[in-house]
Every structure is written in C-alpha cells, then in structure tokens.
C-alpha cells in the first residue's frame, strides 16, 4: 500500500523555466510533508517541509503548495538550473513529525536541461 | 567534514554471512535514524535512536537485524544470515529535530 505517491517518473525541463513536481499522498493522518533532493551515490538532502496548517512555504527558489482537500502537494523551483538535476523525494509524517517515521514516495527524477 | 559519516560504503557478501555497518551522526545529534533503500523505491523507516534509547522499530526489521548506538554517539547495524533480499542501500540519518534532515552516503549491501 504506497501511502505517498509520486506518479511521474522522470520530468526534463529547459533551464530557466520553472518544475513542477507533483506528490499524492492517502493517508489523511499525515500533517507534517518534505521534500528531499537526492544525487547519485549521495544520500538525500532535505530542501523545504511544510506543516498542514499552512498550505504555502517558499524558501529561495523552491516553493511547495499543499492542498489537503486534494491530499496532493507540489514542489516548484523557479527558475530550474542545471544544477537541479536529481531524484526528488517526497515525504510525509504524522503527528507533526513527532512518529520520527517518515513515509517516502519512490521519487521523480528531474533533467534540467541546459 | 561535519556530515553523517558510514562506513563501510559497499559490502560484497555471501548469504547466510554476517554483516555490520557503522553509522557516526553529526557531533550533538541526538537522534539518528536507518533507513533503507532497494532500487525504484524511496527509502523506507527501519529504527529510530534518541541518544542510546532505540524508541522506535519497523516490522520491516526482522529477528536477523539487530541496531545499536552505545553511548549515544554512533551506531551499528547488523544483519545475521543474510538473504538475497536484503541487498539494498542502508542510510543513515541525524538530527536534532523530529524529522532526520542529514543523512549519509549510505551502505550499499550486495548480497551474492
């Protein structure tokens, strides 16, 4: 049962346009959402989380939008750099984070393409 | 280098042998994770340490795994008997916050 999804597998964009990376989840316990950049051969980096009371964070170029009703969250980095290529992770807590279990989707590999 | 260290960061073994990973947070870290990862997936939760208490274990962690971190600095992970299944990625991850923000290169585990 994958309780957080992320359905596209890969996403090329062009430089200096904005990406947009979609994550599903269906649990309707989850409060507390990341986002994690992953490199080959490295571990994943957190980038940006958001609480389910808000439905907004931005920090720098990465923005994420939460829509509970939807049970569905958003990442956007604008604008995208090359440098941005990677599998991006979302991933998903209850009880704001408190369970320290996180739930991770099976990532989006991201091109940006120069 | 101030990052989540593991070591080793490929292990070739046969089945049925033991192994064991070796996971150094980041110095005052009190909590460290271990997660792992097979290949197409996300990483999944195994265990959770705050300090030297293991205060957390997945279903996915069978009798054969067994998790340590004495002192409440590093931490250990051992696989006994080893099955093909268990070759995956191992991560580690430190933090002082509720959810692991720093994690580390990983254990590659190839099972032959």
């Known amino acids: 049962d994958q309780q957080v999804k992320q359905n596209s597998p890969s996403l090329s964009v062009q430089e200096g346009r904005i990406s947009i990376l979609n994550c599903d989840y269906t649990n309707s316990m989850f409060d507390y959402f990341l986002w994690y950049k992953k490199y080959p051969a490295e571990g994943p980096t957190f980038l940006i989380s958001?609480?389910?009371?808000?439905d907004k964070n931005e920090d720098g170029r990465f923005t994420v939008f939460l829509n509970k009703s939807a049970k569905h969250l958003s990442l956007h980095i604008v604008p995208s750099q090359p440098g941005d290529s990677a599998v991006y992770f979302c991933?998903?807590?209850?009880?704001?984070?408190?369970?320290?279990?996180?739930?991770f989707g099976t990532g989006t590999l991201l091109a940006v393409q120069p | 280098d101030t990052g989540v260290s593991q070591d080793p960061r490929h292990k070739i073994t046969k089945r049925g042998q033991n192994v064991t990973f070796r996971c150094d947070p980041i110095s005052e870290h009190n909590r460290l994770y271990w997660y792992r990862q097979t290949l197409g997936q996300g990483p999944e939760f195994l265990t959770y340490?705050?300090?030297?208490?293991?205060?957390?274990k997945s279903r996915l962690l069978s009798d054969r795994f067994s998790a340590e971190r004495p002192k409440g600095s590093f931490s250990t992970l051992e696989i006994q008997r080893t099955e093909q299944g268990d070759s995956a990625m191992y991560l580690c991850?430190?933090?002082?916050?509720?959810?692991?923000?720093?994690f580390g290169d990983g254990t590659r585990l190839s099972i032959l």
């Open positions: 340490f705050q300090n030297e208490a293991q205060l957390e």
């Open positions: 991850a430190s933090s002082t916050g509720p959810t692991p923000q720093h």
């Open positions: 958001i609480s389910s009371i808000k």
């Open positions: 991933a998903a807590s209850a009880d704001g984070g408190a369970t320290n279990k996180l739930i």
